[in-house]
């Protein structure tokens, strides 16, 4: 199994910044894609920002220019840097990692972090 943990959430002002930190350790012969989603209450999680194996990224709309999703291959580690956060940016954010746990099969499966609480006061 893969266990994923989250650091970095808390509460700063509009126009502010964060570092949201993931770190996937446990069963892991390979790690695809990792990203960061959100969920507000009553509301779907959407994804914020995806980061694949070889680099490439995409964001939602509402975050491009803002913030910037990285990734230590090294250490298993995908980031998340918010700037200019605004109140709307309030809201859990949950890491997303898809891996391959064993050498022996060839299935990925998505794991998810416990979520971290992200708050911008105006």
């Known amino acids: 199994q893969v266990q994923l943990v989250e650091s970095g959430g808390g509460l700063v002002q509009a126009g502010g910044s964060l570092r949201l930190s993931c770190a996937a350790s446990?069963?892991?012969?390979?790690?695809?894609?990792m990203g960061w989603y959100r969920q507000a209450p009553g509301k779907q999680r959407e994804l914020v920002a995806a980061i694949t194996s070889g680099g490439v990224t995409n964001y939602a709309d509402s975050v491009k220019g803002r913030f910037t999703i990285s990734r230590d291959n090294a250490k298993n580690m995908v980031y998340l840097q918010m700037n200019s956060l605004k109140p709307e940016d309030t809201t859990v954010y949950y890491c997303n990692v898809e891996a391959r746990p064993y050498t022996w099969s060839t299935i990925v499966y998505t794991y998810w972090g416990q979520g971290t609480q992200v708050t911008v006061s105006s």
């Open positions: 446990g069963s892991i012969f390979s790690i695809n894609a």
